[in-house]
């Protein structure tokens, strides 16, 4: 088995974020060490879900454990090209953190439940039913697989709330180039 890469976590507002991914068609050793490499970034970041444009990869996938903890790996849930194919009609509003925005949080809505069909990372299909907690995972995770991120997201009451926190992400992103 080849060894985990070596990724770094990206923040807002990074282009790479933007970006919609394309999908997965190579379920190779290099794929399974790109797993292994987020599940790592994840967890040594403290967080419960990472998707590729988060460590600067063009790439649809995901990974996610809702526990964060890596002793739990029973948990874990490694979605290889994902797609929402129904959602349900209870939306709940429920405050969110993402690994691209550090002490950055805000109230999303959205639907309580969602039908997920995606691939695991050989290749095999996958149909997941999702409720609660784990399917607002995965609609995070997901969106960030579009370009969309959790400041898209957020009523202009938390956008004005966290006004400081963003702009000295951007200030700091433009000090990093
Ligand atoms: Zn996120």
Excluded: W
């Excluded at 060894?3 to 997965?24: G, M």
């Excluded at 460590?55 to 090209?81: C, F, H």
């Excluded at 039913?129 to 399917?135: A, M, R, V, W, Y």
């Amino acid at each position: 088995m080849s060894a985990p890469l070596e990724l770094t976590l990206t923040l807002y507002p990074s282009p790479v974020l933007r970006k919609v991914t394309p999908p997965i068609s190579a379920f190779d050793e290099e794929l399974q060490a790109t797993v292994t490499g987020m599940l790592e970034v994840m967890y040594e970041s403290g967080g419960i879900g990472l998707a590729a444009p988060q460590v600067g990869l063009g790439l649809r996938l995901l990974v996610i454990n809702e526990t964060g903890d890596r002793e739990k790996a029973d948990q874990e849930l490694v979605l290889v090209n994902p797609t929402i194919t129904s959602r349900g009609k209870e939306t709940t509003l429920y405050e969110e953190g993402c690994l691209s925005f550090p002490e950055i949080y805000a109230e999303v809505s959205r639907p309580d439940a969602c039908t997920v069909e995606a691939q695991d990372v050989k290749g095999e299909a996958l149909s997941l039913e999702l409720t609660g907690f784990l399917s607002r995972i995965v609609q995070h995770e997901l969106d960030h697989l579009e370009g969309i991120l959790l400041v898209d997201r957020m009523s202009a009451g938390d956008k004005l709330r966290n006004r400081a926190a963003l702009e000295n992400l951007v200030d700091d992103y433009k000090r990093s180039r």
